[in-house]
């Protein structure tokens, strides 16, 4: 499986991004796609997560109303929109795919390059 993550770039607090990520490899049936953010000098962040054959989704408490992640089946493609982003959303976003429904990085087997958001405040 590789990951391609896009669509990253700096906007003006309350402003919009959608993030892409591009899948390919593998049929992606049985697994479970997130959505993760680093900030410099801080952990890794779950943010969200969907399960690809369910639709089902699960939210960080900092992003619930705000973000939406979706899949795209004919693309092979996850998605972030992103809205009324704060200051405190930039971050550095990582795309990621586990075989279990899960929260963990650890726990997530293959990870796309990553694509940079900047708030402005």
């Known amino acids: 499986v590789q990951l391609q993550a896009s669509g990253g770039g700096l906007v003006q607090a309350g402003g919009s991004l959608r993030l892409s990520c591009a899948a390919s490899?593998?049929?992606?049936?049985?697994?479970?796609m997130g959505w993760f953010r680093q900030a410099p000098g801080k952990e890794r962040e779950f943010v969200a997560r969907?399960?690809?054959?369910?639709?089902?989704?699960y939210y960080s408490d900092s992003v619930k109303g705000r973000f939406t992640i979706s899949i795209n089946n004919a693309q092979n493609t996850v998605y972030l929109q992103m809205n009324s982003l704060k200051f405190e959303d930039t971050a550095r976003y990582y795309c990621a795919a586990s075989r279990v429904v899960t929260t963990t990085p650890s726990l997530f087997h293959t990870w796309g390059q990553g694509t940079q958001v900047t708030v402005s405040s």
């Open positions: 969907i399960t690809w054959s369910s639709g089902s989704t």
């Open positions: 490899g593998r049929t992606f049936s049985n697994v479970v």
